[in-house]
């Protein structure tokens, strides 16, 4: 009898692995499917925000290579017409002559190209951030200087684009009085600015937050009353003064004319 008791005794231990190993390898198959969701969510967000960045960056890298593709244009037809003051130098009258016309006719052409180019900067002016607009002051009064050269023109130009495309590169805070809707009076803002896509502004006396962006015609605010405290969150995480999260704020992403929106 004794014997027939060990047996048994063998027999129901020799069955606990079999019912352990089965509940420790559904836990394991949830830890991984957890782990590989976490991961999936963590490179479509980081993906999702390549893509909104570069979309932005690509408007104005097309604009700084016609930038640089029109001042090529310019140093091409300033080297033909130094050719043809070196033909004057060493005496070829005739060639001159006709050398000097072509390169009059290449630089009045040159000047009518960065002229459009200035009008063109100068009509995109109202879509630009406030902060942006404003800095940007002196080089706008100099494109609208009808007397101002060529070669000035052009560097001024340049100025405008680079310090455009330096803004779109960077999330920049300000401190600034403004009115954001007609007939009001100004307001004391705290603005984050996300480039040139939109901006984030609080009201810090009144809790009220503003969402700008460009219109159709040119910057605008919109009131959001209700992202009064997630805006006031935003603003003291750029700052440091909290433990970094995530804090979702609405975005809208469009063209410089309002034709295409995304929300």
């Known amino acids: 009898m004794k014997g027939w008791w060990k047996r048994s005794i063998r027999c129901w231990l020799g069955l606990v692995p079999g019912l352990i190993a ?35 960056q690509k408007v104005f890298l097309e604009s700084t290579l016609e930038a640089l593709t029109e001042r090529t244009r310019i140093l091409e037809d300033r080297r033909d017409y130094l050719e ?24 009045q052409g040159a000047g009518e190209r960065v002229q459009a180019l200035s009008v063109s900067l100068v ?13 940007l002051e002196f080089s706008y009064r100099s494109l609208e200087d009808p007397s101002l050269s060529v070669s000035e023109r052009m560097q001024t130009a340049a100025t405008v684009l680079n310090r455009c495309f330096q803004f779109n590169s960077a999330i920049t805070y300000s401190e600034e009085i403004l009115v954001v809707e007609t007939g009001q009076s100004a307001r004391f803002l705290s603005v984050l600015y996300w480039g040139l896509s ?8 009144e809790g009220i937050a503003f969402y700008g962006s460009p219109g159709e015609k040119e910057w605008v605010w919109e009131e959001q009353a209700s992202l009064g405290p997630t805006v006031a969150r935003l603003m003291v995480l750029y700052h440091d003064e909290a433990t970094p999260e995530f804090v979702e704020v609405p975005a809208r992403l469009a063209n410089p004319i309002g034709t295409s929106v995304q929300e």
């Open 22 to 56: 089965p509940s420790m390898l559904v836990g394991e198959s949830i830890e991984t499917v957890q782990n590989a969701a976490t991961e999936w969510a963590r490179i479509r967000s980081e993906t999702v925000r390549a893509e909104t960045e570069w979309r932005w």
């Open 84 to 107: 043809a003051t070196a033909a004057r130098e060493r005496g070829s009258v005739a060639e001159l002559g006709l050398k000097s016309e072509e390169g009059l006719e290449l630089l």
């Open 123 to 135: 009509e995109l002016r109202s879509w630009l951030p406030p902060r942006l607009s404003e800095a």
């Open 198 to 205: 939109h901006a984030y502004a609080l009201d810090s006396a």
